[in-house]
């Protein structure tokens, strides 16, 4: 506000000056020439009318002469001060319009509205640098979570552009420089703004993204960072300072190709983990066991060919950097697009082919030449720009990265839900029977759709039945927690516990005889009606406690404290 009052003051000085300056003038003028009323006797008239009566001439209005007819010589003066006044109206009208369009000042004004809006949100949020397609699909998902965000984007027409979405017009959205500090302050940064829940960087450029992440780790340590980086000397940088996440999108699908090529059902499980809630479970992934061709050997190539040598597989190149090609021998030289390319390359014989250059329409070539040669071929692709999703489906690959959708679904599951990259992690590492025992957990309540993730953190209110229960002596078990509340027999809800965690101490895949404590933490898995009916029983403390004791509950505080007492007396 500060700036925009000083931007008027400093634009409007010159115009208020000369107008005042000449109203003044043509004001005590006006007193100071006598006129005559009605039966000819002199007669001055007072400041009030004077006012009045320069206000009406200067703006062009003309009510005509006040209080009485005037005399020539008041006639006079009007006629020679009615032009300056005039002039000096219509400069200072002409320079507030040129103000309210003046670029710098539109700018100042959107700053400030955007500060004001960051300061009024009321719950949690995430400031988010870059709104691309990328930056969409996570603040939709934090929308869908309840947790708000606030934009900052270099475009000013893709922040025009979000005045036409239902879904994203009223957040707080600034065009600018996201890597200049005083935006950054605004937009979250500082410390009066306390719902600030973290830093999302996501733009398409690494040295804004690590400017961005340095930003807030000095001015707000305590704050996650969440960086996407897809050059390794960027990644390392970012971690060397305490980054909290870098998503290297290509990084990521090296490792969960990887982990689909070892352990076809840990990859599964976790892409249903991962995937949008409601879309189609993938089915089992299988790569075949052989030798494969990689089409480009450049950032997303290099990682891939990483993964097959990790995995002991046979790979053969083809790439159009002659630099590249005598690096590796037995390389062919080409880009992949020609049949011939590939019968040097051996497609005939091989058994899956990874179409990894950085350009949509030469990877689409690929697939469907190679596929033509070898239709029993499993096909890898990597899509750049998402608006060839469409082409991408119809082209029949098997795996596709997809750069955009695979930044947004680890920023959402580290943002939204912490607790899953650690099981995630646990899974892993784990053998193969533990990843079998959740897949068949979620076969269970999920039907062919992907669950929903949610975290219950049993504190403050959520913690209230298990308050409740202990003034009861009874316990709250997880089997409590997973039922069904709004009917008579006990019915399972469609969810599993994929996770408790109680200070540093974590279970993994907790039974229902589990006892819940205040401020363990919870991963669930399933069903959004699961969701619904799991918040309220935590809401309705009668519910929980009525499971525990194994007697109703009044639902009122005071009845329930009157039952208690008369529990008590009938014990003695």
Known sequence: MNDIVWLTMRRMRTPLITLITVYSLSVIGLVQIPGADAAGKPFYIGFLDALYYV????????FGEFPSAFTQEQRLFAYLVLFPNVVAWFY???????????????????????????????????????????????????????????????????????????????????????????????????????????????????????????????????????????????????????????????????????LALNSPVKYLVQDWLIS?????????????????????????????????????????????????????????????????????AGVESAVGIIAGTGDDVDNLSIVMTARELNPHLFVVTRQESPLNEQLFDASGADLVARRSLIVARRVLAVATTPLLPVFIDHMVSRDDSFARTVQHRLEAVLGDRSPGLWTVHLCGEWAYSIREAAHEHAAIHLGHLTENARIASAKPLPCVCLLHERGSLRTFLPGPDFKLLEGDRLLFAGRGSAQREMLFALREPSVLVS?????????????????????RRQAT
């Open 92 to 258: 200072a009208v002409g320079t507030i319009v040129s103000l309210f369009v003046d670029p710098q000042f539109r700018a100042v004004l959107a700053r400030s509205r955007f500060s004001r809006k960051v300061r009024r949100q009321n719950g949690p949020f995430y400031l988010v640098c870059g709104f691309g397609y990328t930056g969409r699909m996570i603040v939709k998902g934090l929308l869908r979570r309840g947790i708000g965000a606030a934009i900052l984007e270099r475009e000013q027409s893709i922040i025009q552009s979000m005045a036409l979405d239902n879904d994203f017009s009223s957040l707080p959205a600034l065009a600018g420089d996201v890597t200049d500090r005083r935006l950054l302050d605004i937009a979250g940064l500082d410390e009066d703004i306390r719902h600030c829940s973290g830093v999302i960087a996501i733009t398409n450029d690494d040295h804004a993204n690590l400017t961005i992440a340095i930003t807030a780790k000095l001015l707000r340590p305590e704050l996650p960072v969440l960086a996407r980086a897809e050059t390794q000397r960027v990644a390392d940088n970012m971690a060397s300072f305490g980054t909290d996440l870098t998503v290297d999108p290509y990084t990521i699908f090296a490792e969960r190709f990887l």
């Open 547 to 567: 499971a525990a004791t194994g007697r109703p509950q009044p639902r009122g505080a005071l009845m329930r404290h009157l039952t208690r007492r008369r529990v």
């Open 55 to 62: 206000a009406s001439m200067a703006t062009t209005i003309g």
């Open 276 to 344: 949008v809630p409601g879309s189609a479970l993938r089915k089992v992934l299988d790569p075949p066991d052989g030798r494969w061709i990689i089409c480009g050997i450049g950032r997303f190539g290099s990682r891939m060919a990483g993964t097959l040598e990790t995995a002991g597989i046979p790979f053969t190149v083809i790439d159009v950097h002659p630099e590249r090609v005598a690096e590796r021998p037995g390389s062919v030289l080409g880009l992949g697009t020609e049949a011939r390319t590939l019968r040097e």
